[in-house]
């Protein structure tokens, strides 16, 4: 019978080492190094469940090794991401607000919720890697549905509630 690998031991001190000198990549997304090392021991229990029949240490702790780098990598770009986008929103706090055009499109603009008209005036404020960030890619299997999307935009836009439906309004504003 496989000797059961724990968490205690050899790979909660690893996990520790590695948080304490990798945090500062992650720091936007897990902001205490608790949270970094409650992150470590969910990966060390996805790599158990995926390889369960691995039952020497050593070929485990190699396998957490990668998971731990790929994931922290992984959550590193999303830090970037967030810290581009910090800077992006002061940016924009310093410039002029956002000019809607005249017309048929300014007055459906107008009846626009405030959490969508913050959301296009930070599609049109921003940089370009924060407009390819913010507008969905219906490629494939990189498709997101309406509400992800939506959510995601509240989330960015940094506004006062999440909402599901900010993609079909923009939609129903433009038909």
């Not at 922290?72 to 310093?94: G, I, N, P, Y």
Request: hydrophobic share 45%; glycine share 2%.
């Amino acid at each position: 019978m496989a000797e059961l690998i724990r968490w205690e031991g050899a790979f909660q001190n690893y996990a520790r080492k590695f948080v304490a000198a990798n945090h500062w990549r992650v720091r936007r997304v897990l902001p205490e190094p608790a949270d970094a090392l409650q992150e470590a021991a969910a990966i060390y229990a996805r790599c158990r469940a995926y390889y369960p029949h691995v039952d020497r240490r050593p070929w485990m702790m190699a396998i957490f090794k990668r998971a731990l780098v790929n994931d922290f990598t992984s959550l590193a770009r999303k830090d970037r991401q967030m810290q581009e986008l910090d800077a992006a929103l002061a940016v924009r706090h310093q410039t002029a607000p956002l000019e809607w055009p005249a017309g048929p499109l300014a007055v459906d603009l107008a009846r626009a919720s405030p959490e969508l008209r913050a959301v296009l005036a930070l599609i049109c404020d921003g940089p370009q890697a924060l407009r390819e960030m913010l507008l969905p890619d219906y490629r494939g299997a990189n498709r997101r549905s309406p509400a992800t999307v939506s959510r995601s935009w509240c989330r960015l836009a940094r506004v006062g509630r999440v909402r599901d439906d900010l993609l079909a309004e923009l939609q129903s504003l433009l038909t």
